[in-house]
């Protein structure tokens, strides 16, 4: 049963957001500002974000070496111009708007390993070079010169730096975006899913936990910010879930030879080190088919190829006992740029942002807000 002032209150808003992930709340906050009186509720399935918001590495990058040759294959030179520069104005953007110390931003650089078949890379370096000084007015690649001293395995056969990437805590971004949608007077509800949306009316069917009650929310406008999880309430998007597994180990005994935000095998694989452990995660492109899921589970084939990784080629001769292990879901599509469109007169959403929801989801809500700004 519902009270009239559960009903008077609580049931009807200018705006709704499904989604309380880095996207969802960047929408909720961006309307917010433009609209100061408007009643905004974020409605989350679980007490943290589903999606891959809270359960990243925590890399503040834009691409690496190969990964942009990779996206070279397929892509005109200004697309890949255009995804870098989304990318790292939204790194800027929410450094200046929260501040490293609110997201523990650490500027240790961006690094890649490459191996005997990876190595041709390094031919190619200047040109992506060139391709991105339209943006950095500096070279932003360049090889490392005393790469014997990481202590990497001899498959290793170069190291690339770049000099514009960094690392933050994922959770501490988005507990600066909780705090300033608490500040706005944004409403944050958790544990209850929405299980329909009706794009021409705004009303919005939810479930508590236990499936027991259904709730019916009214708004002006929804915002669907549930990227690999779309399907559910717009069945027609082109949305294609891409989970991704993260390994942590326990401390590893001596000090680690490196630090900063390492790639390779063109991006699916990263690195970094967290409070003196390893954080390895990725290798999704070994099982495509596979990692084409929504369920939170660990994929031994690519477990095993990380375990293997870190033993024989990132720390070798390091013991390492793996502590914590965790997938997040991330959505990509056909295109690498995130999809932001009205879907009917009073819906819209952001979604398949391609694992990169760090650095553009403060400018992806953005955009979604004033779409949805938009009489």
């Given at each position: 049963?519902?009270?009239?002032?559960?009903?008077?209150?609580?049931?009807?808003?200018?705006?709704?957001?499904?989604?309380?992930?880095?996207?969802?709340?960047?929408?909720?906050?961006?309307?917010?500002?433009?609209?100061?009186?408007?009643?905004?509720?974020?409605?989350?399935?679980?007490?943290?974000?589903?999606?891959?918001?809270?359960?990243?590495?925590?890399?503040?990058?834009?691409?690496?070496?190969?990964?942009?040759?990779?996206?070279?294959?397929?892509?005109?030179?200004?697309?890949?111009?255009?995804?870098?520069?989304?990318?790292?104005?939204?790194?800027?953007?929410?450094?200046?708007?929260?501040?490293?110390?609110?997201?523990?931003?650490?500027?240790?650089?961006?690094?890649?390993?490459?191996?005997?078949?990876?190595?041709?890379?390094?031919?190619?370096?200047?040109?992506?070079?060139?391709?991105?000084?339209?943006?950095?007015?500096?070279?932003?690649?360049?090889?490392?010169?005393?790469?014997?001293?990481?202590?990497?395995?001899?498959?290793?056969?170069?190291?690339?730096?770049?000099?514009?990437?960094?690392?933050?805590?994922?959770?501490?971004?988005?507990?600066?975006?909780?705090?300033?949608?608490?500040?706005?007077?944004?409403?944050?509800?958790?544990?209850?899913?929405?299980?329909?949306?009706?794009?021409?009316?705004?009303?919005?069917?939810?479930?508590?936990?236990?499936?027991?009650?259904?709730?019916?929310?009214?708004?002006?406008?929804?915002?669907?910010?549930?990227?690999?999880?779309?399907?559910?309430?717009?069945?027609?998007?082109?949305?294609?879930?891409?989970?991704?597994?993260?390994?942590?180990?326990?401390?590893?005994?001596?000090?680690?030879?490196?630090?900063?935000?390492?790639h390779l095998d063109r991006g699916y694989v990263y690195f970094r080190q967290i409070d003196g452990r390893l954080?390895?995660?990725?290798?999704?492109?070994?099982?495509?088919?596979?990692?084409?899921?929504?369920?939170?589970?660990?994929?031994?084939?690519?477990?095993?190829?990380?375990?293997?990784?870190?033993?024989?080629?990132?720390?070798?001769?390091?013991?390492?006992?793996?502590?914590?292990?965790?997938?997040?879901?991330?959505?990509?599509?056909?295109?690498?740029?995130?999809?932001?469109?009205?879907?009917?007169?009073?819906?819209?959403?952001?979604?398949?942002?391609?694992?990169?929801?760090?650095?553009?989801?403060?400018?992806?809500?953005?955009?979604?807000?004033?779409?949805?700004?938009?009489?």
């Amino acid at each position: 049963m519902i009270s009239y002032w559960e009903q008077k209150n609580f049931l009807n808003h200018d705006l709704i957001v499904v989604g309380s992930g880095f996207t969802g709340l960047s929408t909720a906050i961006h309307f917010k500002k433009k609209n100061p009186k408007a009643k905004v509720l974020v409605l989350e399935k679980e007490i943290f974000p589903t999606g891959a918001s809270t359960k990243n590495a925590g890399f503040a990058c834009f691409g690496s070496l190969t990964e942009l040759l990779d996206d070279l294959q397929t892509l005109s030179e200004e697309e890949v111009l255009g995804l870098v520069k989304k990318r790292y104005r939204g790194l800027e953007e929410i450094r200046k708007v929260f501040g490293d110390k609110s997201l523990e931003y650490k500027g240790n650089h961006g690094f890649e390993i490459l191996d005997e078949k990876s190595e041709e890379a390094l031919k190619d370096l200047d040109r992506v070079n060139r391709l991105l000084r339209n943006v950095f007015n500096k070279d932003v690649f360049s090889p490392v010169k005393r790469m014997k001293k990481l202590g990497f395995s001899s498959s290793v056969k170069a190291v690339v730096e770049n000099k514009f990437e960094g690392e933050l805590d994922p959770g501490k971004y988005l507990g600066a975006l909780w705090r300033m949608a608490s500040e706005m007077g944004v409403k944050i509800l958790t544990g209850i899913s929405v299980i329909e949306v009706q794009k021409d009316t705004g009303l919005v069917l939810a479930e508590n936990l236990d499936k027991t009650r259904i709730y019916e929310f009214q708004a002006d406008k929804v915002g669907i910010c549930t990227n690999a999880f779309t399907k559910k309430l717009w069945p027609e998007s082109e949305i294609n879930p891409g989970r991704g597994l993260i390994l942590l180990s326990q401390p590893i005994e001596g000090k680690i030879p490196w630090k900063g935000a390492y790639h390779l095998d063109r991006g699916y694989v990263y690195f970094r080190q967290i409070d003196g452990r390893l954080l390895l995660g990725g290798a999704r492109n070994l099982d495509f088919e596979g990692e084409t899921s929504t369920e939170f589970k660990v994929n031994p084939k690519i477990k095993n190829h990380l375990d293997a990784l870190a033993k024989t080629v990132i720390l070798p001769g390091k013991s390492i006992t793996w502590e914590m292990e965790w997938t997040g879901i991330m959505a990509f599509g056909s295109k690498k740029t995130p999809l932001i469109q009205k879907v009917g007169n009073r819906l819209g959403a952001a979604v398949r942002l391609g694992g990169m929801g760090v650095a553009i989801g403060w400018q992806v809500g953005k955009e979604l807000s004033e779409l949805l700004s938009v009489r």
